[in-house]
């Protein structure tokens, strides 16, 4: 098969741990020029509308990468695929093709969902401490935010992709959770 027939999906959040279709191959891989934030704001898989939880988008910074994984698709059920993930990456994603460096040494094109500034649902930078919180106190129809840094955080752990700020919030987000004032705002509000 030719290269240009081959569909690629680059997964750098729950697509990680959660791809929900079948695929040919899977790699670790890099796209450059991009960069992992937990900027998007989900009030409709891991928080509420009174209360967003914070989900990971990419944002544009030339001399950094983003590690993830890129799944090979079938070419005959993409497009079904990409109709399942629209509906799953609905709230502010969009697809957009980018070049990716698999861990096998090819270079190839394929489709990543992000979340761009424009969106309506899109929250920004903040400073760590509410940035922790606002995942600390989220929870939605996926569950909780906390989950959702966790399962993240553990499976770039499991593929060996080190990542700086899902890690310093994770670590955040952990300490918060253990401290009892926090705890009791939980409980409080669930
Ligand atoms: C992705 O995983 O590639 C998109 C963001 C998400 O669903 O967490």
């Known amino acids: 098969m030719a290269s240009s027939d081959r569909v690629w999906v680059f997964g750098y959040g729950s697509l990680i741990w959660r791809p929900s ?6 790699h670790v891989a890099w796209v450059d020029g991009w960069s992992r934030r937990f900027w998007q704001g989900s009030t409709d898989h891991r928080g509420t509308p009174g209360a967003p ?15 993830g994984v890129a799944y090979e ?27 990716m460096r698999l861990n ?10 992000i979340a761009m500034e424009k969106n309506p649902h899109y929250l920004g930078d903040d ?22 840094v966790k399962r993240l955080g553990g499976a770039l752990r499991d593929f060996g992709i080190v990542d700086a700020h899902v890690f310093e919030v994770e670590q955040a987000v952990a300490r918060l959770i253990r401290a009892p004032l926090v705890k009791a705002h939980l409980r409080g509000s669930s």
């Open 21 to 26: 279709f079948n695929f040919l191959n899977a």
């Open 53 to 67: 939880g914070r989900v990971v988008t990419l944002v544009q910074i030339s001399d950094q990468y983003c590690g």
């Open 73 to 99: 698709i079938e070419p005959e059920v993409a497009t079904q695929v990409f109709a399942e993930l629209d509906r799953r990456e609905i709230q502010g994603y969009g697809r957009r093709e980018v070049e």
């Open 104 to 113: 096998n040494g090819e270079t190839i094109r394929g489709i990543v969902y």
């Open 127 to 148: 400073v760590l401490s509410h940035i922790a919180k606002q995942i600390a106190c989220a929870r939605g129809p996926s569950g909780s935010n906390w989950d959702y």
